[in-house]
């Protein structure tokens, strides 16, 4: 299925890191878009997982800022860029989870799109070593050699050159976790979060690029304009036992950037009453 507003026009995937292996194929077949990558594209200097390049705003301008920074390079109107996040789960702050945007941004129509993913499907992970086999026993934990590694002096470091990232073999990990060992007793290994050393990861940008394309196909009743998306969550699902409000979403209200319709859609998640462990009357 393709879109009248992206059919057979260029689009700039602002990636470093393959991206396109998962995000190509979804947006070229959905929209019939023909992506391209901008030459020399450093994403990099929109902040690292390693922490030694901060990000410069939160994790949706970012990656309208990647987008937007593709556009002026290659003087196109079309552009996807994606931005990765981990940390403790929104809904459950025990569990990590790995939350991932990917956007559109259109010039031609005005436009900016969201798709979002948030999965607990992640090996995000670090830890401090003293050993070599300390090293390998975490390595195994994450799933080397697949997904990739990094080591550096400490969790804080902010030098680059102190920092090993992309290891993905067994040699190369001994060799780099040996050679920092004798410069410190500890040293810090932790999951190489950058989506071409990380296929959990890759799978999870898949399925936000899947969301986005739903995202675009979600047209205004308006005026026919695609992203007409929900930006607004009210609570107030009713227990099914006490018929009680509960902090469950009711409604979510929908808006159209083109227009500015708005529309209010009820029990958005396909239910109409909530689970009475979930109410805070049944289940204080």
Do not use: W
């Amino acid at each position: 299925m393709t879109h009248t507003f992206f059919a057979n026009r260029v689009g700039v995937l602002a990636t470093m890191h393959r991206k396109e292996k998962v995000i190509a194929p979804i947006l070229e077949q959905a929209l019939g878009i023909k992506l391209q990558l901008p030459e020399n594209f450093n994403t990099d200097r929109f902040g690292t997982f390693t922490r030694d390049r901060d990000r410069p705003g939160d994790q949706r301008s970012t990656a309208r800022l990647k987008a937007e920074n593709a556009l002026e390079l290659t003087g196109e109107s079309l552009a996807i860029a994606s931005e990765g996040s981990f940390g403790p789960h929104p809904g459950f702050p025990m569990i990590a989870c790995n939350c991932e945007l990917v956007v559109l941004v259109d010039r031609v129509h005005n436009l900016e799109i969201f798709g979002q993913e948030i999965s607990i499907e992640t090996n995000y992970s670090h830890t401090t070593v003293r050993s070599v086999e300390e090293a390998q026993i975490f390595a195994q934990t994450i799933g080397f050699p697949e997904h990739g590694l990094v080591v550096m002096p400490h969790a804080s470091t902010k030098n680059p050159n102190e920092i090993v990232k992309g290891i993905v073999s067994e040699a190369q990990l001994l060799t780099v976790v040996t050679e920092a060992l004798r410069r410190s007793p500890t040293i810090h290994l932790e999951t190489d979060m950058r989506a071409l050393y990380n296929p959990t990861r890759m799978n999870v940008i898949a399925k936000a690029t899947t969301n986005l394309v739903n995202a675009i196909q979600s047209t205004c009743p308006n005026c026919a304009y695609p992203g007409f998306e929900p930006v607004e969550y009210q609570p107030g699902l009713p227990c099914a036992l006490c018929h009680f409000p509960t902090d469950l979403t009711r409604v979510a209200i929908h808006h159209c950037q083109h227009c500015g319709f708005r529309q209010e859609k009820l029990f958005p998640d396909g239910i109409e009453a909530a689970d009475p462990a979930q109410c805070p009357y049944c289940n204080p």
